[in-house]
Nanobody
Framework: QVQLVESGGGLVQAGGSLRLSCAAS????????MGWFRQAPGKEREFVAT????????YYADSVKGRFTISRDNAKNTVYLQMNSLKPEDTAVYYC?????????????????WGQGTQVTVSS
C-alpha cells in the first residue's frame, strides 16, 4: 500500500513558476513509476508527466513539454513537478499517482495509487 500526499499548489500569475511535491509513504516507493495528472473544472483528467522508478526515463504531455520537469528523490520518497512559464490553461487540480508495473505509461487507468490532489490556479 502506498499513500500519496501532494503539496505546493497555489495561485500564481501567468508566466510564473510553482513546484509541486508528492510525498509517498512506505518503503517501496522506489519500485514505482510515478506520474502527474491534472483535472480542470468540467474537463476529464489528463496526463501531464511520468518518470520511471530510477528517474532515468521521463515522458511529458505535449502541452507541458519544455515548461514542466518531473523528477524524484527516492531517498526522500518524493516526486516533484517543476512548472515554469505557467499559463491560465494550466489551472487544474494536480494529482500524483504511483504505478506498480514495469515501464512508464500515460494511461491513468494503469496507476494503482492516487493522491488527493493540490489546486493550481494561474491568473492572466
Amino acid at each position: 500500500q502506498v499513500q500519496l500526499v501532494e503539496s505546493g499548489g497555489g495561485l500564481v500569475q501567468a508566466g510564473g513558476s510553482l513546484r509541486l511535491s508528492c510525498a509517498a509513504s512506505g518503503r517501496t516507493f522506489s519500485r514505482y513509476a510515478m506520474g502527474w495528472f491534472r483535472q480542470a473544472p468540467g474537463k476529464e483528467r489528463e496526463f501531464v508527466a511520468t518518470i520511471s522508478w530510477d528517474g532515468r526515463i521521463t515522458y511529458y504531455a505535449d502541452s507541458v513539454k519544455g515548461r514542466f520537469t518531473i523528477s524524484r528523490d527516492n531517498a526522500k520518497n518524493t516526486v516533484y513537478l517543476q512548472m515554469n512559464s505557467l499559463k491560465p490553461e494550466d489551472t487544474a487540480v494536480y494529482y500524483c499517482a504511483a504505478d506498480d508495473s514495469v515501464g512508464i505509461t500515460a494511461k491513468g487507468s494503469n496507476y494503482d495509487y492516487w493522491g488527493q490532489g493540490t489546486q493550481v490556479t494561474v491568473s492572466s
